[in-house]
C-alpha cells in the first residue's frame, strides 16, 4: 500500500453522530501492510477513538476507507506469527476446552483463522473450515496443517445456509468495519440452536481505564472496540444469547510476554528482559490473565 490515506467519518453502530473524543494519537501518513498484522509493533497512532453518547460504543472515527483496509488483510503476511507456534496451539486448546462446555462435535468454522493453529486443534473434534483474509496466512494453513481455508471474506466463502455447529472469531471482530453485518453472516451459517465464540479487547476492563490512552488493545487495526455491555447488546440485537462472558487468559513464553512490553517505559521493559535472562526462564510458559480480553459463547435463537 503507498497511496496516501483517505480518512472517513463513520457513524456510530447505533447510527448516532453524538460523539466523545477519548483518545488520539493520528495515524501515520500511510498504513502499511505490517499494521494489520497480529504480532505488530505499532500500538501508537490510533487514530481517534470516540464513544458515542447515545449507547456508550466506542469505535474509531475517521478511519481509513473499507477498500484500503480489506487490501491490507489481503496482502499482509506475517511470517513472525509462527515463532510462538507452541503456544498458539496452547491457547487454541483454552479456547476449545470453553466451547466444549456447549458444543462438542459438529462443524465448526473459524472466521479469521490466520495460519490455521486453532483449526488443527479443533480437527480432532470437530470437521473444520477457516476462512482468512490474508492470501499468505490462508496458504499457510493449508500448507502447514492441510486444513480448508477460504482466502477471502465470510461474504464472499459461498457456505450455504444453516451449515455450521460452531463459528469461532478470536481477535477478529475488533478489525471490521461493520461487526454487525459480520455478525448477520455468521448467525446465516450456523444452524439453529448454533454456536458463536468470540474473543476480542475488552475496553471497559480495569487495565484499559488505567492505562487510557497507552492501553495495549488501541491499535491502527482496531475499528471497535467492545465492553461487556455493549458486546452482549449487539450480540441480542443480532440474534444471539449471550450465554458465558467472561475475562480471558493466554498462555506465552516469557521471553513472548515481555516482547510485548514494548510500549510501556523502557525501564519496566529492561527490569522484566533482565530477570528473566538471570532466571534463564526465557521459554518458561505462563498463563496470564490481564483481565482485558473477553470470551464470549452466544446461542443462535
Ligand atoms: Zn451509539
Redo the contacts with the bound molecule.
Sequence with gaps: MSDDMKLVEVD?????RDLKVLYERPYPRVLTEVDFNATTDRFDAYGRIVR??????VFTSPRPEPELIARGYAESADPDYSQEAPSRAINAHLCLATIRGFVSSGRLLEVGCSAGYFLNAARADFSVTGVEPSRWAAAEASRKFGVPVHAGSLADAGFAAETFDVAAMVDVIEHLADPGALLDQCRGVLKPGGFLYLVTPDIGSLSARILRGSWWGLRPAHLHYFTKATLTSLLEKKGFETRLCRSYGRMFTLDYWSSRLKNYPPLLRSFVEKSIGVLRVRDKFVYINTRDSLEVVAQKI
Design positions: 456510530c453502530l447505533c447510527g448516532s458515542c453518547r447515545e449507547c456508550g460504543h
